[in-house]
């Protein structure tokens, strides 16, 4: 076993996270975590993975729930198609009668890529597998001071390979869980603690004064500004709502009346400068990855229902809490008067 790896498992051994999925080595239980990780912080993550294996104990369970009640579950996470990958994994793991157990089949279920497919099997079934994510990147740039960028196929294989190379074959899940740690804790990406870092002395950045310029990432897709008017139509005590389609953000989430994508309905909505509709809230900005949002909120009190689009359904207000719903449209009805 090499410096890098030794000095790597040592620090684990007295520094390791205590996390409620490390207590298991349930395959389940540490699927549930590796998605749910995904784009989020470990603080918020933990109490959606306490939810989701509270409500649903067993693969099964979880395969049995309908889509809506899964995207209601992870209602507040973003990034919804996690929730629907999950769910579909779900399905295809109770096809194949048990948890898969190798590397490739794990690789193979819905919404499954290279990092969460080796984090599983390492940890759950001590395969082998490095895993190789925003930390480890991180780490490893650092420490050998390799500047191909993170962000590119040649970059993906240099660290791929570079990290197999260093995970000790009997130790993986130690190994790969010691690596995730050291960047969250001790490498971190502003102020990392490298006057207390056991790996200082072999630490190529440290030595050269590039600890801020790597890992290297070449410049992000770029950023488009979208905008939205969303009017909230309010009629004896029910609301219009649709289930977003697919291929655009949100898929399968619901949301009010959305002005910006509508072709004129048979009843014309008010416009902004009629005296029906209310402006609860202007440009309210909501960042997505690639795209930032800017939306309007309105309501429109009314005693007759509009002809919408054949995709609105009317339901009660009191209902809408059963409804998954993104981030945005829970900010435009907590603005609404009661």
Same mark, same amino acid.
């Given at each position: ?17 205590? *996390? ?7 395959a ?8 749910? *990780? ?35 579950e ?51 079934f ?70 207390v870092?056991? *790996? ?16 290297v ?18 009629c ?89 719903k ?13």
């Amino acid at each position: 076993m090499n410096d890098f790896t030794n000095i790597l498992l040592r620090w684990f051994a007295t520094h390791a996270r205590q *996390l409620p999925w490390r207590e298991t080595r349930n395959a389940y239980a540490v699927w549930l975590s590796e998605v749910i *990780l995904q784009q989020t912080r470990i603080q918020q993550g933990m109490a959606y993975w306490q939810r989701f294996v509270q409500r649903w104990p067993r693969v099964e369970l979880l395969a049995a729930a309908t889509e809506d009640e899964v995207l209601r579950e992870w209602q507040g996470l973003g990034y919804y198609s996690r929730a629907r990958n999950l769910h579909a994994a779900a399905r295809q793991i109770v096809a194949m009668g048990e948890f898969p157990h190798d590397y490739d089949t794990i690789r193979s279920l819905k919404g499954v890529g290279d990092y969460t497919a080796a984090a599983i099997a390492s940890i759950a079934f001590d395969e082998p597998y490095a895993v190789v994510d925003g930390n480890v990147y991180r780490v490893l740039a650092r420490h050998f001071g390799i500047d191909t960028a993170i962000n590119t196929t040649e970059g993906k294989k240099v660290f791929t390979a570079l990290a197999q190379s260093l995970l000790p074959p009997k130790q993986a899940s130690a190994f790969n869980q010691a690596m995730m740690d050291f960047g969250a804790i001790q490498c971190t990406p502003q102020s990392p603690r490298c006057l207390v870092c056991p *790996l200082q002395e072999s630490c190529d950045a440290l030595r050269t004064g590039r600890i801020d310029a790597l890992p290297v990432k070449l410049r992000k897709t770029e950023v488009k500004t979208r905008r939205l008017s969303y009017i909230y139509i309010r009629c004896n005590g029910y609301t219009a709502i649709r289930r977003r389609p697919a291929g655009d953000i949100w898929q399968g989430l619901w949301e009010p009346y959305n002005q910006t994508e509508q072709a004129a309905p048979a009843d014309p909505i008010p416009s902004p400068a009629d005296t029906g509709l209310v402006l609860l809230r202007q440009n309210v900005k909501h960042v997505l990855t690639h795209r930032i949002l800017l939306a309007d909120f309105y309501l429109w009190p009314t005693d007759r229902r509009p002809a919408l689009p054949e995709e609105y359904i009317w339901v009660r207000e009191s209902d809408l809490d059963r409804y998954a719903k993104p981030r945005l449209v829970e900010l435009l009805l907590e603005s609404l008067p009661g």
